[in-house]
């Protein structure tokens, strides 16, 4: 199997030695180049852009994810990673490579329940993970703040002020991580101590309260709060629950001339997937059997991709596991980074997500199948849900929404020290604050780039140009 991780270990170089190949790429690429964005003559169309990936995705869910882009400027950043990657490819870049989240906006940082059953802070998608410039990550978070503030009403000023505490937290902590060891980098997590450690000098009373009350109800989302909601009990025992178009049983799916083919293909899917974890999690999942199957719609960008929610039972019908295999296309960035040659899609999934995520779900895995349609498509399973906290920016104060910031900027660094060199990329970065400003500049004019495409959108919508519908 091809594995790209070694070309993001190039051969040992003194500390003196990295700090000067970062003070270099200053030189090539000058921190303050980052303040601007300016789309040439060459850019791409956005709709066709959008349209091109649509091409690949389930025709009749692709309404459904124009539907939900059209809802705002910001749902519509959350499902245009493909548009941002054509902007930042054809920009200069500084070279100094990490493994990317490739989609690191605000709303992918959550809390997340670690093998040891504590909330960490951390990344939460890894659909776009590839190797590439540190700064295309921190470009697209920065952007992302920007956005949100617009749509919660936040003037200019209080913009800035967030994109620019974000961005101040990724220099800072990269900073302090340059000069530790590798083991105690590859051991840092933000768990809900170093939360406090991080914010403890400016939390005010409301936004403990509010940390409280998050981590609180994150403990509250368990597999078994997802069992509750999904699933149902029917004369053929439990099942998963019909919400058709968002959630529908494969039962409803297939075809009378092929009754079983699908169903096949997903048992295919997971026995594949069992092969690709480790013994001891091979021998507990063992523990259940499969009892049902359903196709679920998920997030913005992703819908329309096949992604199916699994039901197996482990001692009774209470003792559930859900399972979410989900298709894994090729990544955003490939095109804008030469690609990393992987032989699966999901194991680029996952090999991206181990690399960067302190605490990866222990069910995590990788596969393939044949579908019915004769084309091999690739996968990444994991567990549907275990004790996610999600962030609500609508329902933060300027204050709190910078506190945010910085807690994403920081743990942005954290994945990108574990994949890079953290003292190549501290000493691009710098002391001062030339970084922090310029990247303020270019979330302000990217935010008015995502404005002028999601007006596109809604031109080709009105057209009859692209199908719509919202659910």
Sequence with gaps: MNDPVPS????FRSPAERAAAGREARRRVPRSSHSWFEAGPERPDPVEVVERQSATRLPELVPIRYGRMLESPFRFYRGAAAIMAEDLGRAPDTGLRVQLCGDAHLLNFRLLASPE???VFDINDFDETLAGPFEWDVKRLAASFAVAGRAHGFGA???SAAVEACVRAYRRRMREFAGMRNLDIWYAQDDADRLRELLAASMS????RRTDEATAKARTRTHLQAFAKLTRVT???RRIAPDPPLITPLRDLVTDSSPHGQEQELRAVLEGYARTLSS?????????RLVDIARKVVGVGS???RCWIVLLLGRDDDDPLLLQAKEAQASVLAAHTGGEGYDNEGRRVVAGQRLIQTTSDILLGWTHAVGLDGHERDFYVRQLRDWKGIAR???MGPGLFRLFARLCGASLARAHARSGDPIAIAAYLGGGDRFDRALAAFAGSYADRNERDFAALGAAARSGRIPTATL
């Design 280 to 288: 001891e999690r091979r021998h507990l999942l063992r523990r259940y």
């Design 303 to 305: 819908v329309g991709t």
């Design 235 to 237: 004369a053929e025992g």
């Design 8 to 11: 993001l270990a190039p051969a």
């Design 157 to 159: 000023e209080e913009q």
């Design 117 to 119: 059953r504590h909330l």
């Design 393 to 395: 920016p609508d329902t």
């Design 205 to 208: 009373g409301e936004a403990r």
